[in-house]
């Protein structure tokens, strides 16, 4: 470790903390008003280098104040401004609504071909991740029983919960687990999970509140998972579509999350996805799961290492 000029060890420079690594860090406490104690956890979980901040840094940094019975912590109450801005905003039209993934299609068509898939990529590099462009979908703590969202969250975020040791415990003794088992098969319900499509009033199709431009892949009982996710990411055309990629909670597929047109029929597009990957990597086993065309539809949180998540995707330094 570098030391300073009286042979002291360096500190590592303190890691960026704003208000979407504070959304992580809820997430990670799993309470939108943690005990200091989990929170400390959390900052541990998320800054493993030992670079992050600390409670006291959030507290002094006014990112959560003490709750009234000092056990927890919650975010600071609104200023009269931000209360005034807050109402005019809401009466005003709400000019960034995207249009409602659930809408009929326009195309009456079945199963999409392969060139109608490729056309629908042209122009995909142009899109850009800034602000509120960034895709933001529902957590859900508790297993699947549970069918309100905790939290928003960003592929961003979900990476740090994926690459954590949250779940580590969790998935383990899954994968542990003998297949087929009724063990096994209450072990992965118990996981949390998202609905990557969008953000969700409850988890149904008819409650999508807000689209993500995203949809999730499943690849189940894949032959060769590491042979698979070299090829996803070395498509020339599905390679720039990838936001999320990251091994299934059984630990024999893979998870990814793509990019999808906010303004067509999910449906479609998961067609169009399905029929370009069984028509050039059915050998493999990346043929998605037919359960993915549902807008709500859920994709379970394992622990996930290696989990790859798209470099436009990734915290601005």
Not at 19 to 37: E, N, R, S, Y
Not at 136 to 160: C, D, K, M, V
């Amino acid at each position: 470790m570098p030391t300073g000029r009286k042979g002291e060890a360096m500190q590592p420079s303190p890691a960026p903390f704003d208000a979407d690594t504070l959304t992580c860090a809820l997430v990670l406490t799993g309470k939108a008003t943690p005990t200091p104690a989990a929170l400390r956890a959390a900052l541990v979980e998320l800054y493993p280098a030992g670079n992050g901040p600390t409670v006291a840094d959030v507290l002094a940094g006014g990112w959560l104040v003490p709750t009234i019975d000092g056990r927890g912590l919650r975010l600071p109450p609104l200023s009269l401004a931000e209360q005034d801005a807050r109402l005019a905003a809401a009466d005003a039209p709400d000019q960034t609504r995207q249009p409602d993934a659930t809408a009929p299609a326009n195309n009456s068509k079945g199963a999409v071909t392969e060139p109608e898939f490729s056309e629908s990529l042209k122009g995909g590099e142009s899109r850009e991740i800034a602000g509120n462009a960034v895709p933001r979908f529902s957590y859900y703590r508790g297993g699947i029983a549970a069918t309100i969202p905790h939290a928003a969250i960003t592929p961003a975020q979900l990476h740090t919960v994926l690459t954590s040791p949250r779940h580590r415990a969790h998935t383990e003794a899954l994968r542990a687990a003998p297949v087929g088992s009724p063990q096994r098969a209450t072990l992965k319900k118990g996981l949390d999970y998202v609905t990557p499509a969008g953000t969700f009033t409850r988890r149904a199709n008819t409650a999508l509140e807000r689209t993500s431009g995203l949809l999730v892949l499943d690849f189940d009982h894949v032959p060769d998972v590491g042979a698979a996710r070299a090829a996803l990411l070395a498509d020339a055309l599905l390679a720039p579509e990838l936001v999320l990629l990251f091994t299934s909670p059984s630990g024999d597929g893979l998870k990814a999350l793509v990019r999808a047109d906010p303004s067509a029929a999910h449906l479609d597009t998961f067609r169009a996805y399905a029929a370009y990957l069984a028509h050039h990597y059915a050998p493999l086993g990346l043929v998605p799961d037919e359960a993915g065309k549902d807008v709500a539809r859920a994709c379970f949180v394992p622990y996930a290492p290696d989990a790859w998540l798209a470099p436009a995707y990734a915290p601005a330094a």
